[in-house]
Structures are given as structure tokens and as C-alpha cells.
């Protein structure tokens, strides 16, 4: 089932992280598509503050990856904060994807996740994010 949902500015966008956060429950990668300023960081920002991360919540851009851990009364440890723009599957696999997907007590959110394709299961969430304007994004939820 897919839904759209269109937000008028970054702190909706960031909203939407949130409330998109409280549907999770532990074991969840989390997928995200779309190009450069549409809104990727900002929603995954969202769901960081809506699992109760403690902050800042930048960018794993030029780190690749970013754990956070969570305290919280859910099934969730773990938060790890992927951007796949500079990697492949193989480099992935080298961070320790396998244990990363597998411990159902961790949430996987990956930016640029088309990237690295291969290795993604087949129940990940699927999120796509489109430039309407200068303000607006259309977020599709696949």
C-alpha cells in the first residue's frame, strides 16, 4: 500500500520522522530514496528525536555511518544512521552489515539506499523523497 504525503516545510518534514518513528518496533531498515536536498536527513533527524536519541543529529555523510544508542521503552538498542552515497555493498558489507540487519533489537535508516541495492532485504521500508519547490516534498511511503 502506498501513501503520500506532501510537507510544506522542513519542520513537517522533521515531524513526520517522528511520528513515522513511533510505528517502529526493533528489527526495521528503513530506506531512503531521493536526491540531494529533498529531505532525507530531515525526516531521519525526525525519527532519531521521536526514538529518543540523544543529539546533534547531523549528517553520516562523510562518516558513512552513525550509531545512536536509544533508551526508551520499546524493543529498540540501536539506531544506526547510514549514508550509502560514497559506498557499495561490498564496503557495507565490510562495516558489519549483517550483524547490523540481523539484531532485531536495531533500526537500520539508510540514505542514498539505492546505492547499495544488493544487499538490502526485501521487507525494508521503502521511502521516496521528490522536490515540489523550494518548500514542499512529496514523501511516498511504498
Not at 500500500?1 to 526495521?28: C, H, P, Q, Y
Not at 525519527?47 to 524493543?75: C, H, R, W
Not at 549483517?98 to 533500526?107: A, F, Q, T, W
Request: with cysteine.
Amino acid at each position: 500500500m502506498t501513501k503520500e504525503i506532501i510537507t510544506k516545510n522542513r519542520k513537517e518534514t522533521v515531524d513526520l520522522g517522528k511520528s513515522f518513528a513511533s510505528k517502529l518496533s526493533g528489527g526495521e531498515i528503513v530506506c531512503l530514496y531521493g536526491d540531494l536536498g529533498t529531505g532525507k536527513t530531515s525526516f531521519s533527524q525526525g525519527v532519531l528525536q521521536g526514538l529518543g536519541a540523544k543529539g546533534p543529529y547531523t549528517s553520516p555523510t562523510f562518516v558513512i555511518m552513525k550509531e545512536y544508542k536509544i533508551l526508551n521503552d520499546k524493543n529498540i538498542e540501536n539506531v544506526y544512521h547510514i549514508d550509502a552515497y560514497r559506498i557499495g555493498g561490498d564496503d557495507m558489507m565490510d562495516l558489519g552489515w549483517k550483524e547490523l540487519v540481523e539484531y532485531g533489537k536495531n533500526i537500520v535508516i539508510i540514505e542514498w539506499a539505492e546505492k547499495i541495492k544488493e544487499i538490502i532485504p526485501q521487507k525494508s521500508k521503502k521511502i521516496e523523497f521528490l522536490y515540489i519547490s523550494e518548500n514542499k516534498r512529496k514523501i511516498i511511503f511504498k
